[in-house]
Nanobody, 122 residues
Framework: VQLVESGGGLVQAGGSLRLSCAASGFTSDDYAIAWFRQAPGKDREGVSCIGRNDGKTYYEDSVKGRFTISADNAKNTVYLQMTNLKPEDAAVYYC????????????????WGQGTQVTVSS
């Protein structure tokens, strides 16, 4: 399984970014993809996840109403649309995947992307 993230960058507070996670190598459709983030000196935090089959989504409380996770199953790509970004959203964002149900607990996932930096200026 391979996950490739893209879309990070520098944005002003209040701005928007869209992250992409392209997945390959899964042998079935029964998997979930999640976005995590890790800021310097902080633990890795689950942001959002989506089930490949059922499309169910979950969000961490601080991003509800600002972030939207979606999937293009034909492209095996998951997106994280981030709006109204705040300085506290700045972090390295990772996508993660594994067979089974959606979860925001990082130990659920054995497959990880390389990460993409999101910087939010105030």
């Amino acid at each position: 399984v391979q996950l490739v993230e893209s879309g990070g960058g520098l944005v002003q507070a209040g701005g928007s970014l869209r992250l992409s996670c392209a997945a390959s190598g899964f042998t079935s459709d029964d998997y979930a993809i999640a976005w995590f983030r890790q800021a310097p000196g902080k633990d890795r935090e689950g942001v959002s996840c989506i089930g490949r089959n059922d499309g169910k989504t979950y969000y961490e409380d601080s991003v509800k109403g600002r972030f939207t996770i979606s999937a293009d199953n034909a492209k095996n790509t998951v997106y994280l649309q981030m709006t109204n970004l705040k300085p506290e959203d700045a972090a390295v964002y990772y996508c993660a995947a594994d067979f089974g149900r959606c979860s925001l607990w990082h130990r659920t996932y054995q497959y990880w992307g390389q990460g993409t930096q999101v910087t939010v200026s105030s």
